[in-house]
């Protein structure tokens, strides 16, 4: 009986080895054609993420709600035309005020972000005089310490890479949507075409070759501060933002540890 | 004394256990892309396959080097800090080859960053149009220069 039964996983393993031997080279081969038409692909090959730390800081002061950085974001990226993706957008927070004899200091808050705020912000329908005060908060994915997203990916499809972006692998995306539920700050969607999660990437295709994310070059009131940590240059936007502002992150009390910081930000900003 | 034999189930119960971690370990050899777990739990590749993507605006680097006497100009004046980008769009096809065209200023021109809103910011400079003018900006505006006049 016992005899019988370890021929039969004796000649099941031996087939498993079989198929294995037959299988692995035809494996190998097709990832080295893989990575052979990655190398040709002229990407920067000496890019180190070791030797960085990116970070992005917004001041809040600076916004004038113009758009150009979502419009910016959008070409840059390619992403999906409609009204609701976004990789970055701009909402205007309105905090009207408060009514004649009611004791607030300050009255309802209205946010919007007609497209994202990608065609610039159409004149608001509250009348100047009722408004105690207004401005625009750029938003983009907050680079947590501790990144939910990354924690609930079932597969190791989204990552902290070791120069402070938060990346998603498309070729290993399986389109859950956990991530996006995750995300507090709604940074994430699921691409309509490829059905797979997408996120600002800090630009990595420009910061790795030497360029500022598309949203920060093209920011014409310098409301978006773009610097690396670990090889900071003389005057360095971020060591210079953060030493002149009192700064602060979204959502702190999450512990999700967001790195991107926001200066002169209101506490109704969530 | 009769010698110890391995009851027949627990053979069963090993070699079953066996089968299934060496089919798991041959799977995961042969599945597994090479450089999952380089720098963490993913696929170290995607990094660089994330940097292949061809960006669309050049930076202002780019634009120096044929224009420079533009940036002379512009340094001078209040536009000084504003990317060539923003306003001129993306440029990376004209930096490859100066007879592509830029596709030029934004919708809204101008008033994309001048018009009145209560959320802008007191520093920056807003315009009506009811009690500003109602031509053109650039009939009494340089874009390079805002406060000098064409010819």
Redesign the interface.
């Known amino acids: 009986m016992s005899r019988s039964l370890s021929r039969r996983s004796l000649l099941g393993l031996l087939g498993g080895a079989a198929g294995w031997l037959m299988a692995r080279p035809t494996a190998q081969a097709a990832k080295a054609v893989v990575k052979n038409a990655l190398v040709r692909t002229g990407a920067p090959p000496d890019y180190d993420p070791f030797q960085h730390k990116w970070l992005m800081c917004f001041d809040i002061d600076r916004c004038i709600g113009c758009g150009l950085c979502v419009d910016a974001c959008k070409n840059e990226n390619h992403v999906p035309e409609a009204s609701t993706y976004f990789r970055t957008w701009i909402e205007r927070y309105i905090i009207k005020k408060p009514k004649p004899g009611s004791g607030q200091a300050r009255g309802e808050v209205i946010v919007d972000s007609p497209n994202g705020g990608r065609d610039g912000f159409p004149p608001s329908l509250v009348p100047r005089e009722e408004i105690l005060k207004s401005f625009f908060v750029p938003k983009l994915c907050n680079l947590c310490e501790h990144s939910p997203c990354v924690q609930v990916c079932p597969v190791g499809a989204t990552f902290d890479t070791p120069d402070g972006a938060v990346l998603v692998d498309p070729h290993y995306c399986i389109g859950c949507g956990f991530c996006i539920q995750a995300c507090p700050y709604g940074c994430r969607f699921l691409n309509p075409v490829t059905h797979t999660a997408e996120k600002c990437t800090l630009c990595y295709h420009r910061i790795s070759r030497g360029l500022k994310p598309a949203c920060v070059e093209i920011c014409p009131t310098q409301a978006r501060i773009f610097g690396d940590l670990k090889h900071p240059v003389e005057n360095d936007p971020v060591q210079e933002f953060i030493r002149k502002n009192k700064v602060q992150t979204l959502k702190p009390h999450l512990g999700t540890d967001p790195r991107v910081c926001y200066a002169n930000m209101d506490k109704e900003v969530r | 004394m009769r010698r110890f034999r391995?009851p027949?189930q627990v053979?069963?119960l090993v070699?079953?256990t066996?089968?299934i971690v060496?089919?798991y370990g041959?799977m995961r050899?042969?599945?597994k892309?090479?450089s999952?777990g380089e720098?963490?739990?993913?696929?170290g590749?995607?990094?660089?396959?994330?940097?292949?993507?061809?960006?669309?605006?050049a930076?202002?680097k780019a634009c120096t080097e044929c224009h420079e006497e533009v940036f002379t100009q512009r340094d001078q004046h209040e536009h000084r800090?504003?990317?060539c980008?923003?306003c001129h769009g993306?440029a990376r096809d004209h930096a490859r080859n100066p007879d592509v065209k830029l596709a030029g200023f934004?919708?809204?021109g101008c008033?994309?960053?001048h018009?009145?809103?209560?959320?802008?910011?007191a520093t920056?400079k807003q315009v009506d149009l009811k009690d500003h003018f109602e031509g053109k900006c650039l009939d009494c505006h340089l874009p390079h220069n805002p406060k000098e006049s064409p010819p």
């Not at chain 2, 018009?115 to 910011?121: C, E, L, M, N, V």
């Open positions: 391995m027949p053979v069963r070699l079953l066996l089968g060496a089919s041959a050899m042969v599945l892309p090479d999952f720098y963490g739990h993913y696929r590749a995607a990094l660089g396959e994330a940097l292949q993507h061809d960006p669309v605006f930076g202002a800090r504003i990317s980008e923003t993306p934004p919708p809204l008033l994309r960053c018009s009145q809103d209560a959320g802008r910011p920056q």
